[in-house]
């Protein structure tokens, strides 16, 4: 079962506009909240992350949002720039003693010059 | 380069061969994952170790499947008799721990390497 689900498979963005990538999950017991990227050929790399006491992230110009209660989560991007074109992968893990990291099946965001 | 790194990048074998990954994690990383991706998934967790002892493993490792970490530090993976279902890219990732502690309030990032993508005939 998807305990973790991105139901967008993909995304097209003009430059210098808002992406907003979304991300549902069903397991109450996650307590962190992560956005990976990927590049062709490389490994995902961590983007940001939210604890789930907090209801908003923000690094530069990448917001996390968190709705808790319909346990719902957006990634925004603002403004939009071309190297921003990768696959966004939704995670989550529980705390504790250790950090199973739980992914989404990933949105393809195209960034359009 | 002191980034996670994995060997080789490709391998293609033929059905009923083992193979052997290898990942070098960030030196000083105390923790390491494996995750298998098929296409059109994302990352799914396999296994992973604290220092050299492995601490889970989840159902998708079959008994086909065993992964080392010796001495802390490298660590193999290996598939024996593969199946054409096997066919994936293999993900490692590390990440460092304070031991004792409980990670509340914060989530320590996993860093990836660029993956050993299987290809099973």
């Known amino acids: 079962d998807q305990q973790v689900k991105q139901n967008s498979p993909s995304l097209s963005v003009q430059e210098g506009r808002i992406s907003i990538l979304n991300c549902d999950y069903t397991n109450s017991m996650f307590d962190y909240f992560l956005w990976y990227k990927k590049y062709p050929a490389e490994g995902p790399t961590f983007l940001i992350s939210?604890?789930?006491?907090?209801d908003k992230n923000e690094d530069g110009r990448f917001t996390v949002f968190l709705n808790k209660s319909a346990k719902h989560l957006s990634l925004h991007i603002v403004p939009s720039q071309p190297g921003d074109s990768a696959v966004y992968f939704c995670a989550a893990a529980p705390s504790g003693g250790y950090q199973k990291v739980t992914f989404g099946i990933g949105t393809k965001l195209q960034v359009i010059p | 380069d002191t980034g996670v790194s994995q060997d080789p990048r490709h391998k293609i074998t033929k059905r009923g061969q083992n193979v052997t990954f290898r990942c070098d994690p960030i030196s000083e990383h105390n923790r390491l994952y494996w995750y298998r991706q098929t296409l059109g998934q994302g990352p799914e967790f396999l296994t992973y170790?604290?220092?050299?002892?492995?601490?889970?493993k989840s159902r998708l490792l079959s008994d086909r499947f065993s992964a080392e970490r010796p001495k802390g530090s490298f660590s193999t993976l290996e598939i024996q008799r593969t199946e054409q279902g096997d066919s994936a890219m293999y993900l490692c990732?590390?990440?460092?721990?304070?031991?004792?502690?409980?990670?509340?309030?914060?989530?320590?990032?996993?860093?990836f390497g660029p993956g050993t993508r299987l290809t099973v005939l």
């Open positions: 170790f604290q220092n050299e002892a492995q601490l889970e």
């Open positions: 990732a590390s990440s460092l721990e304070q031991l004792g502690q409980y990670n509340l309030g914060s989530y320590n990032e996993q860093f």
């Open positions: 939210i604890s789930s006491i907090k």
